[in-house]
């Protein structure tokens, strides 16, 4: 588990170049990192439920992130918040 | 057996609709409230939830704290549904409601996704270029205002909960509820008056 204003990398993991999946972390944050604003609660695992497959019970979490860096061209919104499952997340 | 995708969609309801009865997942009773409590769903709903909480500091607290039982305090049903958490626009935030992944939308309090929330365009946008993005909706925020995306994008659903407009002191909850829109509680508006 992850407390609150922990710095988190989001894994940088392409689990779609494997194969059939279902993944619900953007690719844009994948590699990045964020801060954990808070715990949400935890929820079956979408990717086995989508394939109604066992589903481990998993924390999710919103995750901020400084988007600027993801892109440097545009008028990037000044914080973006996302919902990130634990098995994602690894201490940054 | 013809192809699926060019099977009628009508057909492809009834024969669901069929499999779920048959293999005892649902009753035709059970299906008939679903589309009951989703058809109850409007932006109506959220703007009541928001014209509360600016009248009722207690009913803003218990929103902000818990999105689901505030909604069900307002007898909007929620049950199996996922759980719903609302975003408070302040003088230093706005928020803005996307999900970059598909459509994903609190279809409870605020109806069916609009059409442009569902599109490619929005979706892209509202991560990479929100305020050029609010600037087509004509929505200016003041110099300094955060602008904080929100990118739904697993097992909660989200509101905003905008700021209450200048020149409504006094109003009724009912008053205040008939200038919210669905466009303010997504973040791509602000309430006005008029």
Request: hydrophobic fraction near 40%; aromatic fraction near 8%.
């Given at each position: 588990?992850?407390?609150?204003?922990?710095?988190?990398?989001?894994?940088?993991?392409?689990?779609?170049?494997?194969g059939?999946?279902?993944?619900?972390t953007?690719?844009?944050?994948?590699?990045?990192?964020?801060v954990?604003?808070?715990?949400?609660?935890?929820?079956?695992?979408?990717?086995?439920?989508?394939?109604?497959?066992?589903?481990?019970?998993?924390?999710?979490?919103?995750?901020?992130?400084?988007?600027?860096?993801?892109?440097?061209?545009?008028a990037?919104?000044?914080?973006?918040?996302i919902?990130?499952?634990?098995?994602?997340?690894?201490?940054? | 057996?013809?192809?699926?995708?060019?099977?009628?969609?009508d057909?492809?309801?009834?024969?669901?609709?069929?499999?779920?009865?048959?293999?005892?997942?649902?009753?035709?009773?059970?299906?008939?409230?679903?589309?009951?409590?989703?058809?109850?769903?409007?932006?109506?709903?959220?703007?009541?939830?928001?014209?509360?909480?600016?009248?009722?500091?207690?009913y803003?607290?218990l929103?902000?704290?818990?999105?689901?039982m505030?909604?069900?305090?307002?007898?909007?049903?929620?049950?199996?549904?996922?759980?719903?958490?609302?975003?408070?626009?302040?003088?230093?935030?706005?928020?803005l409601?996307?999900?970059?992944?598909c459509?994903?939308?609190?279809?409870?309090?605020?109806?069916?996704?609009?059409?442009?929330?569902?599109?490619?365009?929005?979706r892209?946008?509202?991560?990479?270029?929100?305020?050029?993005?609010?600037?087509?909706?004509?929505?200016?925020?003041?110099?300094?205002?955060?602008?904080?995306?929100?990118?739904?994008?697993?097992?909660?659903r989200?509101?905003?909960?905008?700021?209450?407009?200048?020149?409504?002191?006094?109003?009724?909850a009912?008053?205040?509820?008939?200038?919210?829109?669905?466009?303010?509680?997504?973040?791509?508006?602000?309430?006005?008056?008029?």
């Amino acid at each position: 588990m992850f407390a609150p204003g922990t710095q988190v990398r989001v894994k940088n993991d392409w689990p779609e170049l494997r194969g059939p999946c279902h993944i619900r972390t953007p690719h844009y944050v994948r590699g990045e990192t964020g801060v954990v604003v808070r715990h949400l609660g935890d929820f079956p695992n979408p990717e086995d439920l989508a394939f109604a497959r066992p589903a481990a019970v998993r924390p999710l979490y919103h995750v901020r992130f400084d988007p600027k860096p993801f892109w440097p061209e545009g008028a990037a919104p000044d914080e973006l918040v996302i919902e990130i499952f634990d098995h994602w997340l690894e201490a940054a | 057996m013809s192809n699926i995708l060019e099977t009628p969609s009508d057909r492809l309801l009834e024969a669901v609709r069929s499999l779920l009865t048959a293999k005892g997942h649902m009753t035709t009773e059970d299906i008939a409230e679903r589309i009951r409590i989703t058809d109850g769903g409007s932006p109506a709903q959220g703007a009541r939830m928001v014209a509360r909480a600016w009248t009722d500091p207690d009913y803003k607290a218990l929103m902000l704290r818990d999105g689901t039982m505030a909604a069900e305090a307002m007898a909007i049903p929620m049950r199996g549904l996922p759980p719903l958490g609302v975003l408070e626009d302040t003088d230093e935030v706005h928020n803005l409601v996307v999900c970059t992944l598909c459509s994903c939308y609190p279809r409870a309090v605020l109806g069916y996704p609009p059409f442009w929330f569902k599109s490619a365009a929005y979706r892209a946008r509202a991560v990479r270029d929100p305020r050029g993005l609010l600037g087509e909706w004509g929505t200016v925020l003041p110099d300094g205002m955060k602008l904080r995306v929100v990118d739904s994008t697993a097992d909660y659903r989200w509101m905003v909960l905008p700021r209450r407009p200048t020149g409504t002191e006094g109003w009724s909850a009912e008053q205040l509820a008939a200038i919210v829109r669905e466009g303010d509680m997504i973040g791509v508006t602000l309430p006005a008056i008029g």
